[in-house]
């Protein structure tokens, strides 16, 4: 195993470092180039050295130019795994022919053809032929988003250039890039490693080794060196645990070892629960309409009906009760649900998802860049003999003035502020270019502020790194809590560290190290985040720094304390108070100090008093009482990694829905042991974001608040399709069973029923898959997770408004029929009488509470264009020569049409009052319970 630290580049490349590799200058590669850089060396890369890894790649430790990066992107392609063929539209639609409802359509169609009834038969491939279309559009549409909502989220990574280092998508490497690398990114090609820092790779998706496995640059290994031990290479789609690397680009897209094995890497997801749910419902209404046929059979044959006849009106009825759009329009309420989601920046990686993120009860969040800016302040100083002093500016803003109440320092106060800047900015792996914007900074945000402030200070870091050269360092680590670096200042050699107080005070000395700690308690208190700097000159001789602390380490000379603010996001408190509004619990988990934690919490809403506080400390020793203790807790402070699984456990314990927020390696076990794991997409790791079912692209708490409502709204949507297939089936199925019991004609024809349906279903289903989220929406309570699909409300509003229609509607035939009207014409006017019904009954399924004449049209024009365009098309049909005649229908006089929307109105004002009585018994109730509260207080 290497050392503790070892001699390495910093991230800012010196002169020396952009040398060319060995064998020459880095001059573009020739021959057939293409094919050059894609075929590894006979023995592998991991069989040759650094210097020839970089010679045969044609580059150097500085990295290719843009312009040559550029141009060898050209002859390779894109870094990207042969993805897994999705289906072809082939095969969609012939997926969509397996189905019972579609055998039962074709067993009829067949019986038509065989009986020559040739309209029959046309019609009802016409029908089979329309909802194979609209189903496989839906599909189609839907791996359409599935392609682009994988290209949604892009890899990241810091890339060597001789300009400086660039952020690139990792889909723009080429083999001979330098890259670096830090603990918690996913590894984006196959890198031969030229020098690193306690770096370990879990490559249990490779090798099936479970433990990480130690990585250094090292010399060439033998050619037979199993994939497992090649200790001197990196993987495609292997996670970097810990430490830092840079890597050389040997092999990227299909070169790689993943690559290799791709194909075996694309398994099927399974069916989201939800879409299980509603295969169940799907089933056991089938099952109900098989036994709805065989009443109808029976009845018809024992009235002496044609069999002929019974035999199409059994599979129309069978047909009219089974909601056969109910999945398409699920489909397209879910897929609304995640472009919505991503409009408010919330990308869905896993379906469930979407609807289950309505259900969380308890969202347990990462502070930094989640409820706060992520742009890590130093707004105060503490340095010895000076006192504190203050520091303007926010964020990245350098323009910040270094003041003591509102004076300038004096020379020596200056001289030790800039000392500590000068520490900071040393001991510092970010990249800051103050005029390159977003593309000109990179690096952890605490190494960053420390950047700004030493331009604030007046120090350069570039020219300090090239005059204090890098000779080792340790990163920060949560373990150790303190990062350290050596330097060769030319006079001699240097350490300098910075960590948290109670760390790097005890190893200095000249120092009262408990009024330090009292100060940086105070500073604490007051929401900063406190960080002590310290350096110490070193034997000239000296190249590396041990471990444990001890030796070098010790007698440290305390630089000052550093206290930094992470401005909350303008939004978040309201985000905070959205959610608890929504009967979701906000509970905040960072490393920060407890007192730290508390000012920031308490500000945001989340907090009261220390009470609310629990420290990774008190996890660690708790015993059985942890559960109630941490759902008891809103704020976890000092937490270190382990912790966070257990947080989220014992909220499950408690009976929580739990939705877990956030972005480092750290976080990966618990966003997967969450029910919903959402990751930060835009500062996040690769490591949280494969662990998530959510990632937020702005890193913004607020967007949890957005997905929440989305999640709840596309429940609500699903529940109100289901409230309108199912009860215009019922109706229709009662209509039948009330005409054949009171000796009344078929009320339609079995090509009029599948009329009524195609006519009417289709577009409005999907249509009211899109309902805006209904107002106050967030003011309700989580819902259950083991409430039904269909609950009692449901039931009931079906089975009501079932009945209205279908007993209205039987009344009219009735009456048509016993005033002398010939079957045709009942019928016929029955036809559009049902077509008005449901287009009518569309509106009341648009909310299972609110009423229909609150709820504005404007909250969804679509529906309002698929009605109107389900009656013109009704309308026109019995205009059409051809299908007018197959349909048994003629135009009704005007009249006659207006006469019937009253009586189609009549299922609007049932349900109207139906929902005006449930309102004011709820009221009722709200006011005993009042009462009640009242009495006892």
């Known amino acids: 195993m290497q050392d503790d630290f070892e001699t390495r580049s910093s991230g800012s490349l010196d002169p020396a470092d952009r040398r060319p590799a060995a064998g020459g200058r880095a001059s573009p590669v020739g021959g057939d180039e293409g094919a050059a850089l894609l075929s590894p060396p006979s023995g592998g890369w991991h069989a040759v050295s ?27 392609g894109p870094n990207a795994l042969p993805q897994a063929p999705g289906r072809s539209l082939v095969a969609i639609v012939l997926g969509q022919l397996r189905s019972p409802l579609i055998y039962l359509l074709l067993a009829a169609a067949t019986v038509a053809l065989v009986l020559a009834e040739y309209d029959d038969a046309g019609f009802i491939f016409l029908v089979l032929t329309i909802n194979t279309a609209v189903g496989a559009a839906q599909e189609w549409r839907a791996e359409t988003n599935t392609a682009a909502l994988r290209s949604a989220i892009a890899t990241i990574v810091r890339v060597v ?37 306690e770096a370990r790779a879990d490559e249990s998706s490779l090798t099936g080794e479970s433990l990480p496995v130690d990585k250094a640059a090292g010399a060439a290994l033998a050619i037979e060196t199993p994939l497992a031990e090649r200790l001197t290479m990196l993987f495609a789609g292997s996670m970097l645990q810990g430490g ?33 749910r509603l295969d169940r419902f799907t089933r056991l209404l089938g099952l109900a309409s098989l036994g709805l046929v065989g009443v109808v059979i029976l009845l018809q044959l024992a009235l002496g009906a044609p069999l002929e006849e019974t035999f199409f ?79 303007e500016g926010v964020g990245f803003d350098t323009g910040g003035a270094i003041h003591k109440n509102g004076t300038g320092l004096g020379s020596e106060a200056s001289f030790a502020a800039q000392a500590l800047a000068r520490s900071a900015a040393l001991c510092n792996d970010a990249d800051f270019d103050p005029v390159g914007g977003a593309d000109g900074r990179s690096g952890d945000t605490v190494d960053l502020a420390f950047l700004v402030l030493a331009v604030k200070a007046g120090l350069d870091a570039g020219t300090l790194r090239k005059q204090a050269r890098r000779i080792a360092d340790r990163p920060f680590s949560a373990e150790r809590r303190y990062a350290a670096s050596l330097h060769d200042h030319g006079d001699g050699h240097v350490v300098h560290i910075k960590g948290a107080a109670e760390v790097v005070l005890p190893l200095c000395s000249g120092v009262d190290q408990g009024s330090v700690l009292t100060l940086a308690e105070g500073m604490a208190s007051r929401g900063y985040r406190v960080l002590a700097v310290a ?30 603010i992470d401005p909350l996001r303008p939004e978040a408190k309201a985000a905070v108070a959205e959610c608890r509004r929504a009967g979701v619990a906000v509970k905040m988990i960072t490393g920060d100090h407890a007192a730290t934690a508390l000012a920031i919490a308490r500000e945001l809403g989340i907090a009261d008093g220390p009470q609310d506080v629990v420290t990774g400390r008190e996890i660690a020793a708790a015993g059985t009482g942890l559960a109630a203790r941490i759902d008891a807790a809103s704020v976890f402070a000092r937490v270190e990694p382990a912790h966070k699984v257990r947080i989220v456990e014992a909220l499950q314990q408690a009976g929580h829905i739990v939705a877990m927020t956030g972005d480092g390696v750290n976080d990966a076990p618990a966003l997967h042991r969450a029910d919903l794991g959402v990751a930060m997409g835009r500062d996040g ?51 039948f069973l009330l005409a054949l019991a009171s000796g009344l004609p078929l009320p339609l024809t079995a090509v009029q029923l599948l009329w009524l349906n195609l006519v009417t279903n289709g577009g409005q289903h999907a249509a009211l898959a899109a ?116 349909l048994e229908m003629r135009p009704l006089p005007v009249a006659e049409w207006l006469m019937l929307i009253p009586i189609a109105l009549s299922v609007l004002l049932v349900m109207e009052a139906d929902k005006a009585l449930r309102s004011v018994r709820e009221r009722r109730r709200s006011v005993s319970r009042a009462t009640f509260l009242r009495s006892l207080a």
Not at 50 to 73: F, K, M, P, Q
Not at 315 to 344: C, D, K, N
Not at 685 to 696: C, G, S
């Open 50 to 76: 650094r210097d020839d890894a970089l010679a045969r790649l044609a580059s150097s430790s500085a990295g290719l130019a843009a312009a040559e990066a550029g141009r060898r992107l050209e002859l390779v």
């Open 161 to 197: 250039r001789p300009e400086g280092v660039r952020r690139l998508d990792s889909a723009r490497l080429v083999p001979g890039d330098v890259v670096l690398l830090e603990g918690g990114d996913r590894v984006p090609a196959d890198i031969r490693i030229l020098d690193s820092t």
């Open 244 to 276: 830092r690397v840079r890597g050389l680009v040997v092999s990227t897209g299909a070169g790689t070892e993943l690559g290799a094995i791709a194909g075996a890497l694309g398994t099927p997801a399974a069916p989201p629960p939800l879409t299980r």
């Open 313 to 391: 009106v059994a599979i129309a009825l069978a047909v009219s009760v089974i909601p056969e759009g109910l999945p398409v329009a699920v489909t397209i309420a879910l897929s609304i649900a995640t472009r919505r989601m991503a409009q408010r920046n919330v990308i869905v990686r896993h379906l469930p998802a979407v609807e289950g993120l309505g259900a969380c009860t308890v969202v347990a969040t990462d502070k930094t860049g989640t409820l706060t800016m992520n742009q890590l302040t130093a707004r105060r100083l503490w340095l010895p003999d000076h006192g504190f002093v203050d520091i």
């Open 535 to 564: 350096a110490k000159r070193l034997d000239p001789d000296r190249a590396q720094l041990s471990h444990p602390l001890d030796g070098e380490l010790a007698g440290l000379t305390l630089l000052g304390l550093a206290g930094f």
């Open 685 to 735: 790791t690769d490591a949280a974001r494969d662990a998530a079912d959510l990632v937020l692209t702005d890193d913004n708490f607020a967007s949890v608040v957005a997905g929440i409502d989305e999640g709840r709204a596309a429940y609500a949507n699903i529940r109100k399709v289901i409230y309108l297939s199912v009860s215009t089936g019922a109706a229709e199925a009662l209509m």
């Open 771 to 886: 309902e805006a989220s209904e107002p106050g929406l967030l003011a309700r309570p989580p819902r259950s997770p083991r409430e039904p699909l269909i609950d009692a409300l449901l039931i009931r509003e079906t089975l009501l408004s079932g009945a209205i229609i279908g007993l209205v509607s039987t009344a009219v035939f009735g009456y048509l029929i016993g005033h002398g009207w010939s079957e045709f014409d009942a019928r016929n006017t029955l036809l559009f009488l049902m077509v008005a019904f449901e287009n009518v009954h569309v509106f009341n399924c648009r909310s299972e509470t609110r009423s229909a004449f609150r709820i504005p049209f404007s909250a969804n024009w679509p529906l309002i264009v698929a009605v109107f365009a389900a009656q013109a098309v009704h309308v026109g049909a019995a205009f059409t020569p051809g299908l007018s005649e197959l």
